[in-house]
């Protein structure tokens, strides 16, 4: 798209319109509901070390531009840990690590990851209204020569710390266009 250039309107036409333009809005910014209390934003569960998790569920996306430098380098991960328990009904956050790791459709590792334990804690967020972790795992640039793959899986592993059972989930990742 071309750069139109300056503006040819003039300064004194532009700030008639946005006088015109808050003249006919400000009416409607006057009016408070003073019985309404601001919407609750849930905090994060705390992080626990007395529980462990039954099963992982993993959201993922393809992996995004994230230095614009044309390349797919970053994937968003949301790890949700849950418990076949009826008092832990929601995702809960326990001490541990992860592992990701992306496969292609050979099961050839295409990326590998760990999160620490320290690392993890500090991805504990609630999103949805729900207790999960998230992070953003940095991809390397695949050699020129790579030939893109077809299909890609992410694995995931989640390990307690006090060294109970650990947790696993597979997710096939959408086209990642590399």
Known sequence: MRNPGPSSKSPRHCAGACTAFLIVLGPLGGCVNDDHKGMEI???????????????????SAPADGNADGFPDQYIVEAYLTMNDPKFIEP????????????????????????????????????????????LLDAR?????????????????????????????ALTLPFSGR
Not at 42 to 60: F, G, K, T
Not at 154 to 162: G, K, L, Q, T
């Open 42 to 60: 849930s905090q994060p569960l705390p992080v626990r070390s007395d529980i462990h998790p039954d099963q992982l569920a993993l959201m993922a």
């Open 92 to 135: 809960v956050a326990v001490e541990g690590s992860f592992t990701f790791t992306v496969t292609d459709e050979t099961e050839t590792t295409i990326e590998h990851w760990v999160v620490p334990e320290q690392t993890a804690r500090l991805g504990v967020r609630t999103i949805r209204g729900l207790t999960t972790y998230r992070f």
């Open 141 to 169: 640039r695949p050699s020129p020569e790579a030939v893109p793959p077809k299909a890609l899986t992410m694995h995931a592993s989640f390990e307690p710390a006090d060294g109970g059972a650990p947790v696993h989930t």
